[in-house]
């Protein structure tokens, strides 16, 4: 009995030969379909070995979640058995086996829905890029480009070239380089103007961000000597100008990105750095982090210090990310003084940290974007998704509502309500931004099991859970991912 039925089991050669496996050809490399019904064919054999055993000492009911579902499973029964083991060993369920297989195994990098409610969301990949930017990637991609050569004379040319000079053009900047992130900036920075130096910074800014980038270990790889000055709530100039000796390699402020010291506080604003350091000869750098070309204060959200008013300021470099605030491809902008720019360029680690052609086209075509602020509104999904209108979300929420048919608002509650987003990536900290958020329950399964299957949707939907409810923010949904939700609720509600 139990040789009949594992001799029926189909091989390998025979599913690759089916036409629902073969299908999967068309999406997966061979290798890795053969490597996935070999692991599905070996559990299935596993599971039927095991079920026979129970099923002979009379323990016929097998709760165990490794057994594929066997539809119309009867206890008892032996034929019935045999039956249900025919209908699980068809290619039909067998191919179904090996695409979960594959999309568990295999998933990579892919389309994803963000429904948390977090714009700059470090899992989700940051900041999505704007139409224009996605464009210019696709220009530069599958032909030859102008990345580092001279059109007029044909002479090899500098690949930063023009990104260096719209970035001057939007901060009001000397000179400017790019690197590969902002934890990449600070590292050159420090590493050409402070290797075997004091470099003097607050107890309160020396931050955490988030994937172990801690300021104090960014220092020593440098090869910079970390002076703390003042205390972890106040620091005043004297005590700056009391830290600085012939071995000062410079003063460095960092943006106190993802978190807050509220009540009894003191910092020394950069004009007055700016001015000690001229004083004493001694460059200031500004680690800004999020790099906001537009003050989210002017749609009433929080301030943030933006790039402009720290280069009128007088910083002699700035740094920030290129895929925070700013809304790009990943990458790390230093901006300032062409004095020191220069002596940056210079340093063999810029060969090391520099970025792609596509990095360049992306970035590129981002920063065009600023030289119209309206338009850089609009069109930058960040500040789009930032600067959206309460109103503008709720319709959101509604069209979602108004495509759910009664089967599957029979399966699950779901209805609008208030919440907060929030900006992510390490800016504006603990300032949510009011939004509307579709809220769901269900009686049939738990908040937990609902989010993992909306995690296990084609594309993967992610979501908030609070208090058995899966929160939807339909903040940081595009208009067309709309109906693709309401397909996977309308695909839960009805299995
Ligand atoms: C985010 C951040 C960084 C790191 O930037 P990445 O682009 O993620 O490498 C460094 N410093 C500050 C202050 C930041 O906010």
């Given at each position: 009995?139990r ?7 189909p091989?390998?050669?025979e ?14 490399p ?12 070996e ?30 499973e ?16 068809s290619?039909q ?5 090996v ?16 429904a948390?409610?977090i ?7 940051r ?12 220009n ?7 990345l ?7 002479r090899?040319?500098v ?26 900036a ?6 050409t103007?402070?290797?075997?130096k004091e ?10 961000i ?7 270990d ?10 703390e ?5 106040k ?16 003063i460095l ?16 604003d950069?004009k ?8 004493r000869?001694?460059?200031?750098v ?7 070309l ?8 929080p ?43 210079r340093?063999?680690l ?11 086209a ?6 065009k ?14 500040l789009a998704?930032?600067?959206a209108?309460v ?14 048919t ?10 609008t309500?208030?919440g ?10 603990g ?10 329950h269900?009686?049939?399964i ?15 939907i ?32 009805s299995?």
């Amino acid at each position: 009995m139990r040789q009949d039925i594992l001799r029926s089991i189909p091989s390998v050669h025979e599913l690759l030969e089916s036409p629902e496996i073969s299908k999967l050809l068309a999406i997966y490399p061979r290798q890795l379909v053969v490597d996935a019904i070999r692991a599905v064919l070996e559990d299935v054999r596993q599971t039927l070995t095991h079920k026979k055993d129970l099923l002979q000492q009379g323990n016929n009911r097998d709760t165990s979640p490794s057994c594929p579902p066997c539809e119309g499973e009867e206890t008892g029964e032996v034929k019935e058995f045999v039956e249900a083991q025919t209908i699980a060993l068809s290619p039909q369920r067998l191919s179904i086996l090996v695409r979960q297989f594959l999309r568990q195994k295999y998933c990579g990098i892919g389309h994803a829905i963000n429904a948390t409610g977090i714009i700059l969301h470090t899992g989700l990949g940051r900041a999505p890029l704007a139409d224009e930017a996605a464009r210019q990637i696709q220009n530069v991609l599958q032909s030859f480009c102008t990345l580092e050569i001279e059109r007029l004379t044909g002479r090899r040319g500098v690949r930063y070239h023009h990104v260096e000079q719209l970035i001057c053009m939007i901060t009001g900047a000397e000179a400017a380089l790019v690197v590969n992130n902002n934890a990449a900036a600070v590292l050159l920075v420090l590493d050409t103007l402070a290797r075997g130096k004091e470099v003097v910074i607050s107890r309160s800014q020396l931050v955490e961000i988030g994937g172990s980038f801690r300021m104090p270990d960014v220092m020593s790889k440098g090869g910079a000597i970390l002076v703390e000055v003042g205390t972890t709530n106040k620091t005043y100039l004297t005590d700056y100008s009391n830290a600085i000796t012939e071995r000062t390699g410079l003063i460095l402020k960092v943006h106190q990105s993802n978190f807050k010291i509220v009540g009894f506080t003191e910092m020394v604003d950069l004009k007055d750095l700016v001015l000690l350091g001229r004083e004493r000869s001694i460059p200031v750098v500004y680690d800004l982090g999020s790099g906001a070309l537009i003050d989210p204060e002017r749609f009433g959200l929080p301030r943030e210090p933006t790039v402009q008013e720290s280069i009128e300021d007088g910083a002699d470099i700035v740094t920030f990310s290129t895929d925070k605030l700013l809304g790009g491809p990943q990458g790390g902008i230093i901006a300032g003084k062409k004095k020191w720019i220069d002596l940056l360029k210079r340093n063999p680690l810029t060969r090391a940290l520099r970025v792609g052609k596509l990095t360049i086209a992306a970035l590129e075509a981002t920063l065009k974007l600023y030289l119209d602020e309206g338009l850089a509104e609009k069109k930058i999904p960040v500040l789009a998704m930032m600067f959206a209108s309460v109103e503008t979300i709720e319709e959101r929420c509604k069209k979602l509502i108004s495509k759910i048919t009664p089967e599957a608002k029979t399966f699950m509650d779901i209805s609008t309500v208030e919440g907060i987003s929030e900006m992510g990536g390490g800016s504006l900290p603990g300032e949510g931004i009011p939004t509307k958020l579709i809220s769901l329950h269900s009686e049939k399964i738990n908040a937990g099991e609902l989010a993992a299957q909306l995690r296990g949707n084609t594309p993967p939907i992610f979501a908030r859970i609070e208090q058995d409810r899966v929160l939807l923010d339909m903040r940081t949904v595009y208009d067309n991912e709309v109906d693709m939700i309401a397909a996977a609720l309308e695909n839960i509600g009805s299995s």
